[in-house]
């Protein structure tokens, strides 16, 4: 069988689908297609227009860390604190994918709450529990792309604690991660603001 299709053959056996696995891909058309709660009164409209504001912080705040991250004399400190930019930032936006993903609503909350322990929690154990799911309850694939929003800034945080020096691999693992959670903002988008 060819590697791939037993991939795919074995993420169907385990319940997941292609939204949900690692990768968690979902195009435009799958996102406009998502239940969502309407928005209908003025508050709403608005508490969506503040979202889709944090959205565009989030992604210049993100590209600012990559640009810090690539001045040679940036530091772990100034690093782990655009990050916990970033962390707060989305928080504020999850609590909205809360409010307009309710089936989104206890696997985000979760996520969020691992904001109490992540001081002492080893960058595996991030990676294994929340980036790929196994500390979360099953959710819909579309829930994954905000709960990353968080999960990514996490892990720049952790990897720059354990590695304060910011040696080139640091610096290399930091920079995917913010890349990558940036190519979700737009989906976020998609599912939360429109």
């Known amino acids: ?60 705040a993100g590209k600012k ?10 530091k772990a400190e100034d690093v782990s604190n655009q990050a916990s930019n970033l962390l707060h930032l989305s928080e504020d936006i999850i609590k909205s994918a809360q409010y307009r993903l309710p089936q989104c609503d206890e696997y985000l909350a979760k996520t969020v709450a691992v904001k109490a322990v992540l001081k002492d929690m080893s960058h595996d154990a991030l990676e294994k529990d929340y980036h790929h799911d196994g500390a979360l309850p099953k959710a819909p694939g579309e829930c994954y792309h905000t709960k990353d929003l968080f999960v990514h800034p996490a892990t720049v945080i952790i990897l720059t604690r354990d590695d304060p020096s910011l040696n080139k691999a640091t610096r290399a693992s930091i920079n995917a991660e913010i890349s990558e959670v940036l190519a979700h ?10």
């Open 1 to 60: 069988m060819h590697k791939f299709s037993f991939l795919i053959s074995l993420s169907l056996l385990l319940g997941l689908s292609p939204q949900t696995y690692s990768s968690g891909t979902m195009n435009e058309d799958e996102a406009r297609n998502v239940d969502r709660v309407d928005v209908s009164s003025e508050a709403d409209r608005q508490r969506l227009s503040v979202t889709a504001g944090l959205l565009a912080d989030y992604e210049i």
């Open 65 to 74: 860390l990559i640009a810090n991250l690539n001045d040679e004399t940036s």
């Open 185 to 194: 903002t737009e989906i976020v988008r998609q599912l939360v603001v429109y």
